[in-house]
Every structure is written in structure tokens, then in C-alpha cells.
């Protein structure tokens, strides 16, 4: 079975700085995808930035960078530049690639990371 | 991504009543999928509902309890019934509307709450 475990229940930053939020994930599978979600107090849980296991490359969305490290089994989210808006609640979440095309996988969530982004 | 609707927004119910929330997407998905988020909790996958067959449920999550309609391409309900307070949680949808792209877009969510 996966599990993710996410080993920072809450994080601080001031504004405008850079904080890094950490993930790392336990499967035999070889082909899968790693997402970070964000939830604020809205609890609306949105999407921030995506992985698929077999790209090399770390995903980026704007402020929103990865370091993905397959070997490791280590999928780190950092936040540059970070705004009041920044936060939420972040998961991190892995999904089995089971092919086909559109979603068949269960998404397994960590605990998340409580991030408080003071002015 | 897609626009996705849940309906109610939040309830507070009274133990051994049911209630039934709506979910709404503005295109037609293959797949939603039902998820629970417990009090200061991650999210867990309660099932999978196709259109035109029966829902998959995961492990610790029963039909009779939650049961799911999946009447077309842009809609379910999910049905909590017989409510005790362990079922006061968040519930929350979600489709993938990205062929391919195996990425799920959530609901904002039904706020529970059984007295």
C-alpha cells in the first residue's frame, strides 16, 4: 500500500520570503503521479502543482516549484515570493498511473502542512 | 479545469436522519469520486462513482451507508444516512475533466454537522 507522509504539521514565513514544505511517499509502483493541493480556510482544496514520476524534470507553476526525487521517494514544494494569500493547509498527494487516460486511482493524501504566512 | 458545484454549502442534521449532497460540474466527466475529510483530518476516498454502473467503495465505506446516485455525465449525490456525530466532517467531490492528464479538480465542499 502507499502511504505519504508529510513530517511538518505547521510552518511559518514572512512575507515576500521562501519556504520550502516537505513530502515524501512509500510505493513499489513505478509509474505514478505526486500532487500538491492547496486548502484555505475556505476550504476549497485547489490545485497547485502536478508531477508525473517518469518526468525527470521538476514542474513549476509561477511561485510554485518542485524537487522531485524519485530515488529518495522525496517531493518538496517551494513557495517563493510568498504572499498573505499563500495560507492553507497544503497536501501533498500521490496517485497510481493505472493508464486509459482520465482518473481510475485512488488519491492518497498526507496529513498536510499548516502554513501561516505572516506580514 | 471545470467549474464544480456542491449543494449544500453546510448542514447541521440531526442524529438518524440522512442527508443527500449534490455535486454539479459544467462538463461531462467519465468519473467523480466522493472523499472525506474528518475534523482537522487529511482526505479519504469514500468511492468511485461512474456513470451508468454501480459505485466502487473503499475499504471501511458501505452502500447502505453512503449510497451514491450517478443519474448523467455532469452530476452525483452522495447520501449519508442514519447520521450519528462520527459522520460530522467535510465532503467533497471531484472530477477529472482532463482526459489523460489523471489530475482530479475538487467540489468546494459540504460542511457536516450531526448533533
Known amino acids: 500500500a502507499q502511504t505519504v507522509t508529510q513530517s511538518q504539521p505547521e510552518m511559518s514565513v514572512q512575507e515576500a520570503e521562501t519556504v520550502t514544505l516537505s513530502c515524501t511517499y512509500d510505493t513499489s509502483e513505478s509509474n505514478y503521479y505526486l500532487f500538491w493541493y492547496k486548502q484555505p480556510p475556505s476550504r476549497q482544496m485547489i490545485l497547485v502543482i502536478r508531477q508525473e514520476a517518469y518526468k525527470q524534470q521538476n514542474a513549476t507553476e509561477n511561485r510554485f516549484s518542485v524537487n522531485f526525487q524519485k530515488a529518495a521517494k522525496s517531493f518538496s514544494l517551494k513557495i517563493s515570493d510568498s504572499q498573505l494569500g499563500d495560507t492553507a493547509m497544503y497536501f501533498c498527494a500521490f496517485m497510481k498511473h493505472l493508464g486509459g487516460g482520465g482518473s481510475q486511482g485512488n488519491l492518497i493524501f498526507g496529513k498536510g502542512t499548516k502554513l501561516s504566512v505572516k506580514p | 479545469s471545470a467549474v464544480i458545484s456542491q449543494k449544500p454549502s453546510r448542514d447541521i442534521c440531526q442524529r438518524g436522519t440522512s442527508l443527500t449532497i449534490q455535486c454539479q460540474v459544467d462538463?461531462?466527466?467519465?468519473?467523480m469520486f466522493w472523499y472525506r475529510q474528518q475534523p482537522g483530518q487529511s482526505l479519504t476516498l469514500i468511492a468511485t462513482?461512474?456513470?451508468?454502473?454501480?459505485?466502487?467503495?473503499e475499504s471501511g465505506f458501505v452502500i447502505d451507508k453512503f449510497p451514491i446516485s450517478r443519474p448523467n455525465l455532469t452530476f452525483s449525490t452522495l447520501t449519508v444516512s442514519n447520521m450519528s456525530p462520527e459522520d460530522s466532517s467535510i465532503y467533497l467531490c471531484?472530477?477529472?475533466?482532463?482526459?489523460?492528464?489523471?489530475?482530479?479538480?475538487f467540489g468546494p465542499g459540504t460542511r457536516l454537522t450531526v448533533l
Open positions: 471531484s472530477v477529472d475533466v482532463s482526459l489523460g492528464t489523471d489530475t482530479q479538480y
Open positions: 462513482a461512474n456513470q451508468g454502473s454501480e459505485a466502487t467503495y
Open positions: 462538463s461531462q466527466v467519465t468519473m
